[in-house]
């Protein structure tokens, strides 16, 4: 791809932005129960997610180590909503659990991953669901491939969610962000050792899923 076709697509990703992880905020909610009493969201941003889970849980707990996005996600969330936002770093510790559902959007990469996997498995009930939306770095064919379908399916979604029009960044889009590192690979490989059965697929928009369900025992 040439640096002029690279520099248009840049220009027109800037004028139609969207946000690719809440993206799959309807998916996430799709992998999980109707009903559950507790829910905990890793990375939450600005509450996007956590503010859904409402619709699902009794009580969502939303965690983000920036002191500063999770005071703008206190604003954005109504007193009565049944949602509260903590700064906590979830590479070291999480609020006590169990919670029946555990999700975790593009702030896996940014965290040592096989430490925060067992911190999750531990914090999550019996029978209770954990849904990781990450970020790796390409490195396949098949990586590659979908990176390169994503791009005139990014620059569809911007001009169809924009209604043909410039606009401006989302709310949600101004949380740090980082590269990630580690392959899809070794994402898979490390994840299921963690978490036996695992399922975990790559997806459109640089993106990868984790579901996966603790037994009734309380699998370890």
């Known amino acids: 791809m040439g640096e002029r076709t690279l520099t248009a697509i840049n220009r027109f ?3 139609h932005p969207w946000d690719h992880n809440a993206h799959y905020h309807g998916w996430i909610l799709r992998q999980l129960p109707k009903r559950f009493d507790s829910s905990l969201d890793v990375g939450c941003g600005t509450g996007d997610l956590a503010r859904r889970l409402t619709s699902r849980a009794d009580v969502v707990r939303g965690i983000d180590a920036d002191p500063q996005i999770v005071a703008r996600a206190r604003e954005l969330t109504s007193p009565a909503a049944p949602v509260t936002f903590t700064v906590a770093d979830a590479s070291t510790t999480l609020p006590s659990g169990p919670y029946d559902v555990i999700t975790c959007v593009a702030a896996l990469h940014h965290l040592p991953f096989v430490e925060t996997l ?99 025992a309380g699998q370890r």
């Open 118 to 216: 067992t911190r999750f498995r531990a914090h999550l009930a019996p029978g209770g669901t954990l849904v990781v939306v990450g970020l790796t770095q390409d490195s396949t064919r098949t990586e590659h491939l979908l990176g390169v379908v994503s791009i005139p399916a990014n620059l569809a979604m911007g001009w169809v969610k924009h209604r043909g029009r410039a606009g401006t960044k989302p709310v949600a889009m101004s949380a740090r962000a980082r590269p990630a590192q580690m392959h899809f690979p070794d994402v898979l490989r490390e994840a299921r050792q963690v978490l036996p059965g695992a399922r975990l697929h790559r997806r459109l928009f640089w993106r990868y899923t984790l579901v996966w369900r603790k037994n009734q």
């Open 13 to 15: 990703n800037a004028a």
